[in-house]
């Protein structure tokens, strides 16, 4: 899902703000369409002497940092309130969230991914006055954002999502049309057809079967659901092992032939470098692929013929497809818990948030109902699939609660290890699934 961009990368896929600056480019912006509801905003009486550390993922596309540094800005003059902002790697994280949770020091906000608030919650502040006001403001929250924002049947809100990234399939259009497909099929044997066919045309397949945070978590999410399989039943208890999960191994052991040959030791990246070299017309990804391709001359014309589906349901009711959630969190240790809500409420009101996401291209998608109708949205009907990522009713750890055994089954592999060991021949999927199964019951019986 995550693209090793460079700078010049990440530039071409929106305008720094001093290139805002320079250009006069923020005039050329349509009006805004973003409806905001008049409502009472909490009374968030600041610290006096606040001052605020924040750490957050490194942005993929430059402008996400650049314009997210300039409101961070804005709220200092407007508040005095320093804020500092650090950006650290996608795999340093959650590492770094689990130091400040044991510690009870470090920063006063982490902005996290997806289930991270429901692994630390009892070292969390709620946050429920600022989401349910923001949600009035703008029109609710989305499906997504609801299940990793508040706490497990509850109505009470220990995170603030952000917005979301999708990794739907991207693929050549000529290629396709070459062995006789519009797009790809939604049913699991039409999949296997053409990936047979891709094959045979020297333009195969790739997916990840490697210990992949994005790529090869998603594509084992999409195996098991879209065959109605999930980890949990809605009470918490581990049904991995299910005649579901057979069959999704079976058809994961009849793809991975087609696959070009090493997805088992990718990584988040191989994906990208495979398909923008044209070894593989078909993979899934986020946005970034896209631009990347499109803002260099060199590969326009792969863009050009490139285009997004979501995740085939295969016997699913709807796309099984999860989004990569920016969801933040205020410590308990903050000296200035009503600064750290008052800053990520600026953040999310519309002078702020529409900018910044404008500004992502579509690598991140909405949490509140009412920013679908920003410009990014109408720019380039190839991106506009992103603008419902978070309508998504799937999640780590489906179907039921949160948890931090759900976070350790996802942070360690369990799922797409399971379906490697199918694909290579390694384990039956009777053997694979009865031992994810095992796996998992370990780590919710040490969370009792």
């Not at 410009?375 to 489906?398: C, H, I």
Request: with cysteine; net charge neutral; proline share 5%.
């Amino acid at each position: 899902m995550r693209n090793d961009l460079t700078r010049r990368d990440a530039l071409a896929l929106g305008l720094s703000a001093a290139t805002f600056a320079a250009t006069g480019a923020a005039a050329q912006t349509p009006p805004s369409q973003i409806k905001a509801a008049d409502v009472p905003a909490p009374k968030l009486a600041i610290e006096k002497g606040a001052s605020l550390r924040m750490l957050r993922p490194v942005r993929f596309v430059q402008a996400d940092e650049d314009v997210f540094r300039a409101n961070a800005a804005k709220f200092t003059k407007e508040t005095g309130v320093e804020v500092k902002v650090d950006f650290v790697g996608w795999e340093d994280i959650n590492q770094q969230t689990a130091v400040t949770a044991n510690s009870g020091a470090g920063p006063d906000i982490i902005i996290g991914f997806s289930d991270a608030p429901h692994i630390y919650i009892d070292k969390l502040i709620e946050l429920t006055d600022v989401a349910d006001y923001v949600g009035k403001r703008y029109g609710g929250w989305l499906p997504l954002a609801q299940r990793y924002g508040k706490r497990n049947k509850s109505d009470a809100w220990i995170g603030l999502p952000f917005g979301a990234t999708a990794g739907p399939l991207i693929y050549r259009k000529s290629i396709l049309q070459s062995v006789g497909f519009d797009k790809v099929p939604e049913d699991h044997a039409g999949i296997v057809d053409l990936c047979q066919k891709l094959q045979k045309a020297g333009k195969p397949a790739g997916f990840a079967l490697g210990n992949a945070k994005g790529d090869g978590n998603g594509f084992a999410n999409w195996a098991l659901w879209s065959h109605n399989a999930a980890l949990l039943d809605e009470e918490g208890n581990v049904t991995i092992n299910s005649k579901e999960t057979i069959a999704a191994l079976n058809w994961v052991k009849q793809l991975y032939p087609t696959f070009i040959a090493g997805t088992t030791s990718w990584n988040d990246v191989s994906n990208n470098r495979a398909y923008s070299s044209q070894e593989i017309a078909l993979t899934a990804n986020g946005v970034s692929l896209y631009f990347s391709l499109k803002n260099d001359p060199a590969t326009k014309a792969i863009a050009d013929d490139s285009e997004h589906q979501l995740l085939p349901k295969g016997v699913a009711k709807i796309s099984p497809m999860a989004g990569l959630t920016l969801n933040a969190m205020v410590f308990k240790h903050s000296q200035y818990p009503n600064a750290a809500k008052a800053f990520l409420q600026y953040m999310l009101e519309k002078d702020q948030y529409e900018p910044w996401l404008n500004a992502n291209s579509g690598y991140w998608a909405q949490p509140l109902a009412a920013y679908a109708d920003a410009a990014v949205w109408s720019q380039d009907p190839k991106v506009k699939l992103f603008k419902d990522t978070m309508n998504s009713t799937y999640y780590d750890g489906y179907r039921g609660p949160i948890s931090t055994a759900t976070g350790a089954v996802s942070a360690d592999y369990v799922l797409i290890q399971m379906c490697a060991s199918v694909a290579t021949g390694a384990a039956t999927p009777e053997a694979a699934a009865a031992e994810a199964e095992q796996r998992c019951k370990r780590y919710f019986r040490r969370q009792k």
